[in-house]
């Protein structure tokens, strides 16, 4: 036996397990302080077959899929996302959102290099300028876990594209320079991968740019590496108040005692939290699944933000689900729970074309009545309403 976490488990969420002791036997002796301390996270990582033999029973297909795909894509997962998996089931959500399969290796004609032609809307090296009002600024390509379904997946495998700090001072000098620019959104990579000094600097020097009103982080470190969150970190973030910060939490799964304890800090530093859910097939890709979500993740003050349709990048399409499964999971969620708990679903359009909002079709007809135009509505629960529309006044 090499690990501690193989009972099966009921679906459910974790809630009140914490990743510390779910840790592989690998991990036996490490101590509660090392454990919580996020740089032996980084540096122990589960990165090469005999690191994963050693904390989870493998499947042929997985064991493969690490061996071929370790030159394509980057492989690293910290012990705290490993100890959240369920080292015995294959298709456990959080396994298989970290742990390679061997549709990764598969190329489908229509994938992407750069699904989002987020390199051809960049003014400067860092920087993607699409919509007028608001920028991405890649800051690291690094991340504690390398998400098998990441549609900068390319980018964050190369290690030669890292952002240098000469390239994080072109991408200020820019945004200096572009007053339309109110909205600053700091992406990867993770963000949170930066010293606390370095985050500090780039906070500090956006909030220095007066037409800067809204700043942005987005990071996937209170879902993989929560110990990331430390009081230093809250301090650096409470400075810049406030701060957006999106994060990328799938399944209820990984909403376990440090994740929430880390959630609880960043609230506390005044971060506004929102989450980015993608939706994965064989992750969540059912409404009980992103209704339980959306549920514990407004308990935990967080606001579920966007439903993103996985991509068409390189080596996820064995991730994807029909656009009618995110509408089903839309209507789903309208009337069972309050508005707050409802996102909204979008697809990101393939080459440049910015993002998309798809709402389910609640109209039945929409027909001329004897008051005038008389639309038809269903509601949730399938139930038909009449509504009597009034003309606009220049027509
Ligand atoms: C998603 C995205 C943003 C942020 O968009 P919001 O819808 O405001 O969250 C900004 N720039 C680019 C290029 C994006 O892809
Ligand atoms: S944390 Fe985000 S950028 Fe990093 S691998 Fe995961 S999805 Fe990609």
Redesign the pocket.
């Known amino acids: 036996m090499t690990h501690a976490n193989t009972t099966p488990r009921p679906p459910g969420s974790l809630r009140h397990e914490s990743s510390y002791a779910r840790r592989a036997r690998k991990f036996e002796d490490v101590s509660l302080s090392r454990w919580q301390d996020w740089h032996w996270q980084q540096r122990n990582r589960i990165r090469t077959l005999e690191d994963f033999e050693g904390v989870l029973e493998l499947t042929e297909e997985e064991r493969d899929a690490i061996t071929l795909g370790a030159e394509r894509f980057r492989v690293a997962i910290t012990p705290h996302y490993a100890a959240m998996m369920n080292t015995e089931d294959p298709d456990c959500p959080v396994r298989a959102q970290a742990v390679p399969k061997l549709g990764e290796l598969e190329t489908q004609p229509f994938e992407l290099r750069d699904p989002?032609a987020?390199e051809s809307?960049m003014p400067v090296p860092g920087i993607?300028?699409?919509?007028p009002d608001?920028?991405?600024f890649y800051t690291s390509h690094n991340c504690p876990v390398y998400c098998r379904h990441c549609t900068r997946k390319r980018k964050v495998s190369d290690p030669t594209t890292a952002a240098s700090r000469a390239q994080l001072e072109a991408g200020l000098a820019y945004i200096r320079e572009t007053p339309t620019v109110r909205?600053v959104?700091l992406s990867g990579g993770d963000p949170l991968t930066l010293s606390d000094e370095r985050l500090g600097e780039l906070l500090t020097a956006l909030r220095e740019i007066e037409h800067v009103e809204v700043i942005?982080v987005g990071t996937r470190n209170p879902v993989t590496l929560p110990q990331r969150i430390t009081p230093e970190l809250c301090d650096v973030l409470r400075d810049a108040r406030p701060i957006y910060l999106?994060t990328h939490f799938n399944h209820p799964d990984e909403l376990g005692l440090e994740a929430r304890r880390a959630l609880r800090d960043l609230l506390d530093a005044g971060c506004v939290l929102g989450n980015q859910m993608v939706l994965l097939a064989g992750v969540n890709d059912s409404p009980e699944v992103v209704m339980r979500l959306n549920r514990e993740l407004l308990e935990q003050g967080c606001r579920p933000?966007?439903i993103l349709q996985c991509d068409m990048a390189e080596g996820i399409t064995h991730f994807r689900t029909p656009l009618e499964r995110g509408l089903e999971i839309m209507a789903h969620l309208r009337g069972r729970i309050g508005g707050m708990g409802v996102p909204d679903f979008?697809v990101?359009l393939p080459g440049?074309g910015?993002?998309i909002e798809l709402v389910p079709d609640s109209i039945v007809s929409d027909v001329q009545g004897p008051h005038g135009r008389t639309v038809t509505f269903q509601n949730y629960a399938g139930e038909t309403f009449e509504f009597v529309d009034i003309a606009s006044a220049d027509s």
């Open positions: 989002l987020e809307h993607t300028h699409r919509y608001r920028v991405l909205d959104l942005r999106h933000y966007y979008v990101d440049g910015g993002k």
